[in-house]
């Protein structure tokens, strides 16, 4: 769930930043520079233009429109302009004022016999020697690529580091600051773009790779991992290491897409690329061997997935890139990032293939250009190559990255000086040693109280936790105003044994419900840390609509007590459930299951069939007992874990999940037998600069006859405002049921891909996004209540119409255009159901909008 990605940034944020949130940033007196660089005699734009304060490390460069910004907190008197074929340029700068200074360059005549400058006049492919040039290491990518060896083994060092950015010089004297200023010793203002930063989370991790073409293979051995780590009660480590590792993911420039921020861009060197990338040949270094041409390019529309910068490409015949600088166009339509950098650093090795030996992804997220940020830095060092070396087939079998080193065993900062390939800055250093610090100090720990109840809706109270509160106030046409509360216990009362409770009081009818379970783990991990092993028993008494299946929202949550259309089909359940779930490093899980319930019907739903004399009859209430199993496959996984659920981070991977539940007739009580069987596929699928869809197909059979209706496949509908992604949004609670089924969800996002093209929109940076939902299936005669008078017939509302069908005359099909991105964070979709239109009480049409925070 995408917004969860909101929640991880805000609470890391809210930890570093130490109720920071709501205040701006006060800045310095500054000097602000800003123009565009033109060629002197054709008036073009010159892009990628090195800008420097003569005498400092201090500099920018244009982006692909000759344009440029500095800002400078110190007194300098000039700014010099430098560019390949071009004389420099040196203009005086005013101190303390904000200025435009325009720039014309001329081509230097001294160079031209090394270097071709042409007018850039109008761009096209055909022709054009820098397109020939890439078309080139394109046609070379299969040699340069590591699987052009049958194997190939390395040391793999990374370090990924996070700071706080773009603090004014008197940040650290704030009053909320001063049992903080510790944090801020000798604070280094040398980041991204001379902005201050103040570190404060890293991870280290050293590893061995390696690497089999067939069948193809890359295996992580972990030998040693560290990292400055937070009280679990606030935040969950591995999954926050899991969520970092995801949004900093290593850069291979051969793949055609490139995963920048859970968003592929298209690489200057994939298939298409010509396609989408305008490229200029800026220079060719012959001091080199072999001699290298530096390749500019830059996105031919600014606002697409694209990135922009340099390439230097090897002339030896191999066409392979030796070094690398990504950058992206500030008007890309990437939410809240305000700053790329990526640099690749390539060496040629015995194989002549050139290999990486360094990567650096640095970015830079904010709500606002002026506001305070969040920048992260992943570095990635490689050495001791060995190539075409075979291994035992055990060092590839098992999960894609294990563990070698014992992870109880702390490896301190003597072992990590011998074995770092890069050393560590000193506030580096210092990171580990401030968050164990930050942590003992009481206002640090009410903050963190204070976001894991604004983030999570739980309050911890040490042994117990309350909430959540979102849902101890909601209402429904049953239940009327219901209050409710609960909690449960922590890993201070045990790291085995959980409880969790609750109790809510409907003013309408009257009636108390409540739940109790109880939970046993036996990793000694939290129950809900991966890999899961535990079992648990619990008992409800509540209230539930059939046909709403939610996923990570409680039922009662206040936001879902406002619903369309009759909201007056609802259950009164008892439910006894005893279940074991275990789970594997390699994502295969599996879910034992017990299940006893008692069903009596509430609002103007009833239980009711024909006696012997044709008479109907109200039956009351059901009782069913039920054996479960579920197994599931989740290949590559990863999590973000929460308080009440773990959200995956979603990835190009399929995930099957086969579902069986067996009625046991005489049971308990259970007065059923059928057998029924679903199974579940779902999967994105990337279309790279065309965005990516989400598909999942799922289909279900019901073996057995005279299988009562509430006991047949009730189809998710949905009758909130919000859009759902796994329920039909125009559907009523109880519409539909049937006894098999098939299904089609397709969500496709466009990523602005349309938009981006219409001048009124782009800069909007808004998204498209298109949706259909198919669903087939039916009931078979023996199943039928209109066939069978014994079974409980399908409901009918207050005027004795009925409202519930089967969907044997033909497919539900329901679909959507939306817009995603409003605001960076809403969804709005216009949606159209097309068949069953004369169902009563339907809507052909519907607005629904449904937050989705993206990067």
């Not at 920071?20 to 002197?40: L, Y």
């Not at 040196?90 to 071709?116: C, F, H, R, W, Y």
Request: glycine share 6%; charged share 25%.
């Amino acid at each position: 769930m995408k917004t969860i990605i909101k929640s991880v940034w805000l609470k890391f944020f809210l930890i570093l930043c130490v109720s920071q949130i709501g205040s701006g940033v006060a800045m310095a007196q500054t000097t602000t520079i800003k123009g565009t660089i033109t060629d002197a005699k054709t008036g073009e734009t010159l892009p990628f233009v090195s800008i420097l304060i003569p005498g400092t490390t201090m500099g920018t460069a244009s982006d692909s429109e000759g344009r440029y910004a500095m800002t400078l907190r110190e007194n300098h008197s000039t700014i010099k302009f430098t560019y390949v074929g071009y004389l420099s340029v040196e203009k005086p700068i005013e101190a303390g004022k904000s200025q435009v200074i325009n720039i014309k360059m001329s081509v230097d005549a001294s160079m031209l016999k090394e270097v071709t400058i042409k007018g850039r006049g109008r761009y096209r492919n055909k022709d054009n020697p820098a397109v020939q040039l890439i078309r080139e290491v394109i046609a070379h990518k299969d040699q340069n690529k590591m699987a052009s060896n049958e194997f190939v083994e390395y040391e793999q060092y990374e370090k990924i580091s996070f700071a706080l950015s773009n603090l004014s010089d008197n940040f650290k004297d704030r009053r909320i600051f001063r049992n903080y200023q510790f944090l801020f010793k000798d604070q280094d203002s040398t980041a991204m773009g001379g902005k201050n930063i103040l570190p404060a989370y890293i991870q280290e991790k050293l590893s061995q790779v390696y690497f089999r073409k067939s069948p193809y293979t890359k295996k992580q051995w972990v030998l040693a991992n560290r990292r400055a780590e937070f009280d679990a009660k606030f935040v969950d480590n591995d999954g926050l290491s899991a969520y970092f590792n995801r949004l900093y993911e290593d850069i291979n420039l051969y793949e055609n897409d490139v995963s920048i921020a859970t968003n592929l861009l298209l690489s200057p060197i994939a298939n298409t690329a010509p396609t989408f990338y305008k490229y200029f040949i800026r220079d060719t270094i012959k001091t080199n061997t072999p001699w290298l041409v530096e390749l500019g390019f830059v996105p031919r529309n600014k606002t697409d997935m694209l990135f922009e910068g340099k390439l230097f490409i090897t002339l030896d015949g191999n066409y392979g890139v030796q070094n690398a600088y990504l950058t992206v166009n500030k008007d890309i339509n990437l939410n809240f990032m305000r700053d790329l950098e990526a640099r690749l650093e390539y060496e040629k090795g015995p194989d002549g293939r050139y290999h990486p030996i360094k990567t650096t992804l640095g970015m830079e997220f904010a709500l606002g250009e002026k506001n305070a940020g969040f920048y992260g830095q992943r570095v990635v060092n490689f050495k001791n190559y060995l190539i075409n070396q075979s291994r035992p087939d055990s060092v590839y079998s098992g999960p894609r990255e294990e563990i070698v080193f014992n992870p109880e065993i702390k490896t301190g900062e003597s072992y990590w000086k011998g074995v770092r390939h890069i050393p560590l800055e000193r506030m580096e250093l210092d990171i580990y040693k401030n968050v164990d610090t930050l942590q003992t100090i009481p206002s640090f720990r009410r903050t963190m109280d204070i976001a894991t109840l604004f983030l999570s809706g739980y309050k911890s109270f040490g042994i117990v936790e309350i909430g959540p509160v979102n849902t101890f106030y909601s209402f429904n046409p049953v239940e009327g105003f219901r209050l409710r509360f609960g909690g449960r216990t922590t890993t201070d009362l045990s790291k085995r044994v959980y409880f969790e409770t609750y109790a809510a009081y409907g003013f309408k009818d009257r009636k108390w419900k409540y739940f109790l379970s109880g939970t046993y783990s036996f990793n000694n991990k939290s129950v809900y840390h991966f890999p899961l092993n535990y079992i648990r028993a619990s008992f409800q008494r509540d209230t539930k609509i059939p046909g709403q299946e939610l996923q990570f929202v409680q039922e009662d949550n206040f936001l879902l007590s406002f619903k369309r259309g009759d909201n007056n089909r609802w259950l009164y359940n008892d439910i006894y459930k005893l279940e074991y779930v275990r789970e594997f490093e390699n994502r295969l899980s599996y879910k034992i299951g017990f299940t006893q319930w008692r069903q009596t019907p509430a609002g103007v739903l009833r239980y009711e069939n024909f006696d012997s004399d044709s008479a109907l009859q109200n039956v009351g209430g059901l009782s069913n007992t039920e054996a479960n199993f579920e197994l599931r496959y989740a290949p590559h996984e990863q999590y973000y874990q929460g308080k009440l659920y773990r959200t995956p981070i979603i990835n190009k991977y399929p995930i099957f999940t086969l579902r069986y539940n067996a009625g046991l007739k005489g049971v308990f009580e259970g007065q059923n037998r059928y057998h029924n069987v679903a199974l579940n596929i779902s999967k994105r699928v990337y279309l790279s600069q065309f965005g990516f869809v989400d598909v999942t197909t799922e289909g279900g059979y019901i073996f057995g006859k005279n299988i009562l209706f509430p006991l047949l496949t009730i189809h998710r509908a949905n009758q909130t405002y919000a859009y759902q992604l796994n329920s039909y949004n125009l559907m009523n609670f109880l519409e539909f049921a049937s006894d098999h089924y098939a299904s089609l969800d397709v969500q496709y996002y466009m990523n602005g891909f349309l938009f981006n093209k219409i001048p009124l929109l782009k800069k909007l940076k808004l998204r498209e996004v298109f949706s259909f939902k198919g669903l087939v299936g039916g009931l078979r005669d023996e199943n039928n209540p209109a066939l069978n008078p014994s079974l409980f017939r399908f409901p009918v509302d207050a005027e004795g119409k009925p409202i519930s069908y089967t969907l044997s005359r033909e497919p539900y099909i329901e679909g959507s255009v939306g817009i995603a991105n409003i605001f960076k964070l809403l969804r709005v979709d216009l949606v159209k159901r097309f068949t069953y239109l004369d169902n009563p009480n339907v809507s052909e049409w519907g607005i629904r909008a449904r937050f989705r925070l993206d990067f």
